[in-house]
């Protein structure tokens, strides 16, 4: 399979890819560049040139064909995970770790999503929502030593515990 004829200049295409922030797209017109330019004769030698595999250069090239230049540069984002909890969801339970009773664990907030929304979570993702995504931390009163709340002894009572 041949090359395809570029429309634009070699000129136009190495101003556009020195002005390009985007590594990937300026790796694209990277490979257009050096199409229109003459400097390669084949998509194997274009992706050594630039450094990518055959075969995206055989996919960026097929699709400046069908779409040309703006269809060539369009990267598309990877749709991801659709999070467990909407916004208003997730708004409800900013409200409730904000109260001042709070949750004894994440044990207890995994429950509560459970019973106020109906929706089940690992221990991890709630962990991770609540303490990396919404940057909240558990109101937990935390026992403390007990030497710590003893009342110091009067000073008559420690001069005759002494003796």
Do not use: D
Request: glycine share 8%.
């Amino acid at each position: 399979m041949g090359l395809p004829k570029i429309a634009e200049s070699a000129a136009s295409l190495k101003a556009a890819m020195n002005r390009e922030q985007k590594p990937l797209k300026r790796k694209r017109l990277q490979v257009l560049y050096v199409v229109a330019s003459g400097a390669v004769k084949s998509r194997q030698e274009a992706a050594a040139v630039v450094g990518v595999g055959r075969n995206a250069v055989g996919k960026w090239l097929g699709v400046y064909e069908r779409e040309g230049l703006e269809g060539c540069l369009r990267v598309q984002k990877a749709a991801g995970r659709v999070p467990s909890l909407n916004a208003e969801q997730e708004a409800h339970l900013v409200e409730a770790l904000g109260q001042p009773s709070g949750f004894a664990s994440y044990e207890a907030v995994r429950e509560w999503i459970v019973q106020q929304f109906g929706v089940k979570m690992s221990y991890a993702a709630v962990f991770k929502l609540v303490h990396v995504k919404l940057g909240a931390s558990l109101k937990v009163p935390r026992k403390s030593h007990l030497k710590k709340t003893k009342r110091p002894l009067p000073r008559s009572a420690r001069a005759s515990s002494i003796n």
